[in-house]
């Protein structure tokens, strides 16, 4: 499915983000770019062609001025339920070779890592939006968002070691930062499902809606942070993305940094005029 925009500044087109097979659709309306799980039929499970597709849509989101956030949905009634356990199965049963599934599973877990990292060093806001089953890969894909908007239906299990498997996808760099390590090793241990209620008290969501309000406040969010100014959010990203492995003097020198390049955008300018003169800011978002 092809992403098509509106006409940007001067009244040309950018180019269009296509997305390379359709277990992931992209689209993008008033500069956010929605990316969508398509595989409603395995509850969206993780797939090499997903994790191919995501890789090659962030890739050209990245240094897009015209896209101002990015939001990651599953299509159907859940969000994601892990990966493709179905296909584990097949490749016990086709490949006896032990050594060749090891390498298949690293060839795989290197793109979904590379996926990730590429997330989280976005300067766009990524928003995940989330509903259903959110387990295992879908929690660690949830994690690598800044923020995320739950529907009340939502439920979450981290989920691996009830495969006999240990956690990937960035979700034990990120649990601990975010719930503390003993709650951390009780999600990761039990594998216990828990509500969007819990994960909002733990501080895994930001926002839980009821179901039949949830599309219309979730675009309410995603419509300020498109509005937002973008430079202002990426440095605000990178600052609190480095603010665990950081001295508190060379998070204050990056903090200098990050202000100082913000005041030469238009932005800028633009925040301070409409604060004096007492109106909401109108935010262009260009570097």
């Not at 929605?34 to 997903?50: C, G, K, M, V, Y």
Request: aromatic share 8%; proline share 4%; with cysteine.
């Amino acid at each position: 499915m092809m992403l098509r925009f509106n006409q940007g500044p001067g009244g040309t087109m950018p180019n269009e983000i296509i997305s390379p097979n359709e277990c992931v659709l992209v689209e993008t309306q008033n500069a956010v770019c929605r990316i969508t799980f398509n595989r409603p039929q395995s509850l969206n499970a993780l797939s090499p062609d997903l994790v191919g597709a995501l890789d090659h849509i962030i890739n050209s989101v990245r240094d897009r001025d015209d896209i101002r956030c990015l939001v990651v949905q599953g299509a159907g009634e859940h969000f994601m339920a892990g990966g493709d356990v179905k296909s584990f199965k097949a490749m016990l049963e086709d490949e006896p070779d032990v050594t060749a599934r090891r390498h298949e599973f690293e060839r795989l877990l290197h793109a979904v890592h590379e996926v990730i990292f590429k997330m989280r060093g976005l300067r766009q806001p990524v928003v995940a939006v989330v509903n259903g089953a959110v387990a295992g890969a879908g929690v660690s894909l949830m994690l690598a968002c800044d923020l995320v908007i739950a529907s009340e239906n939502a439920f979450f299990t981290l989920a691996y070691c009830h495969l006999g498997v240990s956690p990937d996808g960035g979700s034990t760099f990120h649990l601990p930062r975010i719930v503390g390590m003993k709650r951390a090793f009780e999600i990761a241990l039990l594998g216990d499902r828990f509500d969007a209620k819990t994960a909002e008290k733990w501080g895994l969501v930001n926002w839980v809606f009821p179901a039949d309000q949830f599309d219309g406040e979730a675009d309410k969010i995603i419509s300020r942070l498109a509005d937002g100014p973008t430079q202002a959010h990426g440095h605000a990203k990178a600052l609190l993305n480095a603010s665990f492995s950081n001295s508190m003097e060379q998070q204050l020198a990056n903090e200098i940094s990050c202000f100082v390049d913000c005041t030469s955008n238009a932005d800028f300018s633009e925040g301070v005029t409409a604060f004096v003169e007492k109106r909401k800011p109108e935010f262009k978002g260009r570097r």
